[in-house]
């Protein structure tokens, strides 16, 4: 049987609803006829990618390490056919969170100086791997560890010092500087998502009782803003987040967070080193080498 892409969507979407029914629906076929295209694949594959034995769908753990290389090839088709992309192929670049700081403007405008025929798209992605993972960017912008697999060739960009995010009118922002003991009485918000801060900074004998948990930078800089609570970040932050209502302080203490870059071998893209090589000779070399 040959696979098609009717099959990596069956799958991705049974994967993403949880039930036959609902896939079923969202892809505007039948149920029968959506389990037997999923029992082709598997056969196709000879594994098991769902777990059938409840009602509510569970992927295995095939089925887990399948989903993200289905979704790389839909997404590649997806792009390649997309009518609106057909007289250019751009380069997609992504990042979780405040791109590559300071450095983003200058990269950009660099980038459209040198390569006017291919379009550069940064790409915002709430995930560890920025969108790697998925295949829906061509490299990314990784900041700390990313647990990413083998095929993913990194370069160390810089690295960048961290700052404590406080409310504008905070008692805090009476000191020049802070330290994480100044931070324990406070709630800390937590991107859980793909923040490089979580209470593992702080000793087990000095951290904070209470963190606010949220999803992405936005919700961070809304929960530190209204003072419910404050946080860790880079420098990076301050430079892309700008606040009235927040204040970045000068941290003391604290490791700096490593900034990669990652694509993947092959590369998604044939502009990929060059934008590697763009990137690393406009990044100060003392910054690369400051820890």
């Known amino acids: 049987m040959t696979v098609e892409l009717r099959h990596l969507r069956a799958f991705l979407a049974i994967a993403a609803e949880g039930t036959i029914t609902r896939a079923a629906a969202r892809l505007h ?40 290389r289905a979704a790389a090839a839909v997404t590649a088709v997806d792009e390649a056919l997309d009518p609106a992309r057909a007289g250019a192929w751009p380069l997609r670049v992504g990042h979780a969170w405040s791109a590559l700081g300071e450095h983003t403007t200058p990269l950009l405008r660099r980038w459209k100086r040198e390569h006017p025929d291919t379009p550069l798209q940064l790409l915002r992605v709430d995930d560890r791997s920025a969108g790697l993972d998925q295949g829906t960017v061509d490299v990314a912008v990784i900041r700390g560890e990313a647990g990413l697999p083998a095929e993913v060739d990194t370069v160390v960009l810089l690295h960048e010092p961290r700052v404590a995010a406080v409310a504008a009118d905070s008692p805090l922002i009476r000191r020049t500087g802070l330290t994480l003991h100044d931070l324990v009485a406070e709630p800390i918000a937590v991107n859980t998502i793909a923040g490089t801060a979580s209470l593992a900074l702080w000793s087990a004998v000095d951290a904070p009782s209470d963190i606010v948990e949220v999803a992405n930078t936005d919700d961070w800089i809304a929960a530190i803003a209204a003072g419910h609570a404050v946080g860790v970040t880079t420098i990076a932050t301050a430079a892309t987040y700008p606040n009235p209502a927040v204040a970045y302080l000068p941290l003391a203490g604290v490791p700096a967070v490593t900034v990669y870059l990652a694509w993947k071998q092959p590369a998604s893209h044939p502009a990929v080193p060059e934008f590697v090589d763009l990137a690393r000779r406009l990044v100060p070399q003392e910054e690369t080498r400051r820890g």
């Open 29 to 68: 076929v039948t149920q029968p006829a959506l389990s037997r295209t999923l029992r082709q694949l598997e056969t196709h594959l000879g594994i098991r990618l769902i777990d059938r034995s409840t009602h509510h769908l569970r992927l295995t753990a095939a089925g887990h390490a399948f989903q993200p």
